[in-house]
């Protein structure tokens, strides 16, 4: 149970940090736009994946994005290595969050029915 929050509670501070370098360190015009909205953290605490929406869903635009963030990947975990208290600082991977084009697919297939109707 102590380890099950310990993951919980990393995983929250990795997230808090690491919007915050997005934000001020990476230069990278490609990052620009990124909103974080979770991470996946193993039990081990050795490997954190960050997941990651944009505004816009267009695929040459998410396929520019992934690149900027997998370029930003090795300043992301150095400067999440000197802001937090952790033994090892986890590898860490971008990836982009399936989530966010689940809910629009459901909004429009409600929004079809009810035209239907």
Not at 16 to 24: Q, V
Not at 57 to 81: H, I, W, Y
Request: with cysteine; hydrophobic share 35%.
């Amino acid at each position: 149970m102590t380890n099950n929050r310990r993951v919980e509670r990393v995983s929250h501070e990795i997230l808090r940090e690491a919007s915050a370098i997005l934000r001020k360190e990476v230069k990278d015009p490609r990052v620009q736009g990124v909103t974080l909205t979770d991470v996946h953290l193993t039990g081990d605490l050795q490997e954190a994946t960050i997941y990651y929406s944009t505004l816009t869903d267009t695929a040459s635009v998410c396929e520019k994005t992934q690149l900027g963030l997998d370029k930003a990947t090795g300043l992301v975990r150095s400067l999440l290595g000197q802001r937090l208290r952790l033994y090892k600082t986890p590898e860490v991977k971008f990836k982009r969050d399936p989530s966010i084009a689940y809910g629009s697919r459901i909004d429009e297939l409600i929004a079809q029915l009810h035209q239907n109707d």
